[in-house]
């Protein structure tokens, strides 16, 4: 058998620092790394090589939970050469952005070489220096958007998640915090949005580092997450509707026809062609991530034909009123058809973006996204105070379609994802603030957080029903709603390590992140 030892040393950190692997910035402090080494045969002295590398931190939220976290040792290498100086600022470090660190593929392609030429085959060194291709060296300066995952993608799903369980709570005073009060669109425009924009990141890292079987097994085995959720909350509405009485509340949120007929109600359900109220969003889910290994692999060798062919396919629902039967209404609330143009340009912005932001955050884009944020906010507000308004305005209100992502919509949206992207650099400070932990904790754990939130509004509804529809009942209920949101979310983060699971590679470490109710 091979001997195999392990080493154990302490690595100190003077400023904050990113490590690949590790999808949040670290702090600074010194941190427990050990080392797993196997004697390697043939050798005529003992020698040793490094076959796994794993780092001990504190949980997120000043948990007293250590994780022990795999991690490649070039990467902790990186991370130790790029703290041997300080920042140029008091921003923390992210080794994603040092051009001159050789990539890990390019240092462990030396490794190998240099571990064949101290068993013996030094004869061969030459030969395979000179074999490495060219593009190995050029591929040696990191990707632009690096591998740290990014925190305004889950601050962004953690409050869109917050929002969400505020708008499903009907006549409630919290619907005032959202975004369906002031433009065109709202939050299931941003969640689709960065459904596209997570997926293309977890997968094609998947992709690079496993090969597309993989990327084909992680999307299938997704699709089926998403897919029994569905599932179970569909059952746990029609519960609770059952046990607070039925009624009106049966009737708005379309379970009486599963309390009536529930064996027809749950055979559609399982095809996905039944939806109880504000469960919709997910069979969407469903259908994306069986069709996105497909969708990325043409992607990534045409992103723009494919940006376009999904452009051709929101323009043909809008001219002929393309649509995806359901049943007992015979139409999804939101038409598959047309909300993929969302999860398409969430990948295209990830994969052939970067030739388009120059004009995304040049000052022309911005004064126009502003100039069409403050139209329709003088628009949305006439029509939600319901002062009176001219026939044009009446009629505004069918050009608003959310079923088919109408385009006044879709531009909405647009205008505010180029004001967010001035306003909130991926650097930006207070996306490490203590006030936005619960709201990266929700984003983190999106698919339960989502559901949990459709169950607590469906309750908040019930409540607000039977017991009191008062202005203190509709602030409570909004804020305790929001806090069970985050405790639930903080004990999913605790648990998710668990002692002695298996350790990750990178892509794996990805896929266990992606949360994909995006």
């Known amino acids: 058998m ?12 003077r400023y904050p620092f990113r490590i690949a692997s590790i999808e949040r910035l670290l702090p600074a402090g010194s941190y427990e790394v050990i080392t797993d080494e196997e004697l390697m ?45 300080p920042p140029a600022s008091d921003v923390p470090v992210d080794i994603d952005k040092h051009r001159d660190m ?16 101290l068993r013996g085959q030094q004869l061969q060194l030459e030969s395979e220096l000179l074999a490495i291709p060219a593009r190995s060296l050029v591929s040696a300066l990191p990707e632009p958007k690096g591998s740290g995952r990014d925190l305004r993608i889950d ?95 049966a009737d708005q949120s379309n379970t009486r026809i599963l309390l009536e007929h ?23 889910f469903v259908i994306y991530h069986l069709i996105f290994a497909p969708l990325l692999w043409l992607m990534l060798r045409t992103p723009n034909v494919m940006l376009g062919a999904s452009l051709l396919l929101y323009a043909l629902v ?34 052939a973006g970067k030739t388009f932001w120059p004009w995304v955050t040049s000052r022309t884009a911005l004064a126009i996204a502003i100039l069409y944020l403050g139209f329709s906010l003088t628009i949305a ?57 619960g709201a990266i904790r929700c984003g983190e754990n999106s698919l339960a957080i989502y559901c949990l939130g459709v169950v607590l509004a469906l309750a908040a509804h019930i409540v607000l029903i039977d017991i009191s529809h008062n202005l203190a009942m509709q602030i409570t209920l909004s804020i305790a709603g929001i806090l069970v949101m985050i405790a639930a979310a903080t004990l999913l983060g605790l648990i998710r390590i668990r002692p002695g699971r298996k350790p990750q590679g990178p892509a794996e470490f990805a896929w266990r992140n992606l949360d994909s109710r995006e």
Not at 2 to 13: D, G, K, N, Q, Y
Not at 189 to 202: K, R
């Open 262 to 284: 529930s064996g027809a109600a749950l055979a559609y359900a399982a095809i996905l062609q039944y939806h109880p109220v504000n469960s919709d969003v997910l069979p969407l």
């Open 2 to 13: 091979t001997a195999v030892r392990s080493r154990s040393e302490t690595v100190a950190f």
């Open 381 to 437: 507000l006439s029509l939600n105070i319901r002062s009176p308004a001219p026939q044009m305005l009446a009629e505004l209100v069918y050009l608003l379609d959310k079923s088919n992502l109408a385009p006044l919509r879709l531009l909405h949206f647009v205008a505010l994802a180029i004001l967010v992207a001035w306003a909130v650099p991926r650097d930006w400070r207070w996306l490490t603030a203590p006030a936005m932990r």
């Open 318 to 351: 809008h001219a002929f009123g393309w649509s995806v039967p359901a049943w007992p209404n015979n139409v999804w609330f939101f038409n598959p058809l047309a909300w993929q143009l969302l999860v398409v340009l969430g990948a295209w912005c990830v994969i």
């Open 41 to 85: 045969e043939g050798s005529s002295v003992p020698s040793f090589r490094c076959v796994a590398t794993r780092i001990m931190v504190l949980a997120p939220l000043r948990s007293p939970v250590v994780e022990m976290i795999p991690i490649s040792s070039t990467d902790l290498s990186t991370a130790r050469d790029t703290m041997r100086w």
């Open 102 to 117: 050789p990539s890990p593929n390019f240092q462990r392609t030396l490794a190998e070489i240099e571990s064949k030429a």
């Open 155 to 249: 601050v962004c799903r953690g409050i869109a998640l917050w929002c969400i369980f505020l708008d499903h709570v009907p006549n409630n005073i919290g619907n005032w915090l959202t975004l369906r009060n002031y433009g065109f669109s709202d939050t299931a425009e941003v969640f689709m949005f960065l459904s596209g924009v997570t997926c293309a990141l977890a997968y094609g890292k998947a992709s690079r580092c496993d090969g597309w079987a993989s990327v084909v097994s992680r999307t299938l085995w997704r699709s089926w997450d998403i897919y029994a959720a569905f599932l179970l909350l569909t059952i746990a509405c029609a519960i609770m509707v059952h046990l607070a009485g039925g009624g009106r509340i």
